[in-house]
Each structure stands twice: as C-alpha cells, then as structure tokens.
C-alpha cells in the first residue's frame, strides 16, 4: 500500500477577491473582531487553509461561535457578520 501525496493548500480567495495565506490570517491574540477578520477566518476555513479544530484553538472560538459567523455570511453577506447589527439580522 503507498500513502497518497497530501498537497498542503498554500492559500485561499478571502473576502476580498485577494489571495490570502495563514501568514496573512489575524494574530491569534486578535481581541476586536471586525466583519474583515472574522470573514478572513471563515474564508481560511471553507478553504481549507486552516482546519476548524486549527481556527477554534488559533482564536480561542468554540465552534458554535465559528459557526455563527459562518451562518450569518451565508444568509446576510459579509453585512451580516456586523456586530451593531446582529439583532437585525438575526431572527
């Protein structure tokens, strides 16, 4: 039995169009989460850039939390993940 080649993924397309790289990722002591960071993080995610385990423990997120931000891009855009919004548009 040979062992399948892993290809390690060097970058994703973050929510700005631009080709984004764990080097490019926020801290992990990041403490304000701004729409960008956050949309940053789920793009890594779904990307394949970093793993959600990797993400949750990088940024101390449980995966609910993960989740949420996930969710709100999904139904609301990047206008979703504002957090003087949330009421909004969570219903």
């Known amino acids: 039995m040979s062992e399948q080649p892993t290809?390690?993924?060097?970058?994703?397309?973050?929510?700005?169009g631009s080709p984004l790289t764990v080097a490019?990722?926020?801290?992990?002591?990041?403490?304000?989460w701004v729409i960008r960071r956050k949309a940053e993080?789920?793009?890594a995610v779904r990307g394949g850039l970093?793993?959600?385990d990797d993400a949750?423990?990088?940024?101390t997120l449980t995966v609910e939390e993960f989740?949420?931000?996930?969710?709100?891009i999904e139904r609301h855009g990047?206008?979703?993940?504002?957090?003087?919004?949330?009421?909004?548009?969570?219903?």
């Open 67 to 72: 989740l949420s931000w996930q969710r709100s």
């Open 7 to 16: 290809h390690k993924i060097n970058y994703v397309i973050g929510p700005d």
């Open 50 to 52: 970093i793993s959600l």
């Open 56 to 59: 949750c423990r990088r940024y």
């Open 78 to 91: 990047l206008a979703g993940l504002r957090a003087t919004r949330v009421q909004q548009y969570r219903q």
């Open 24 to 32: 490019d990722l926020p801290p992990s002591d990041t403490k304000r």
């Open 41 to 43: 993080v789920v793009a």
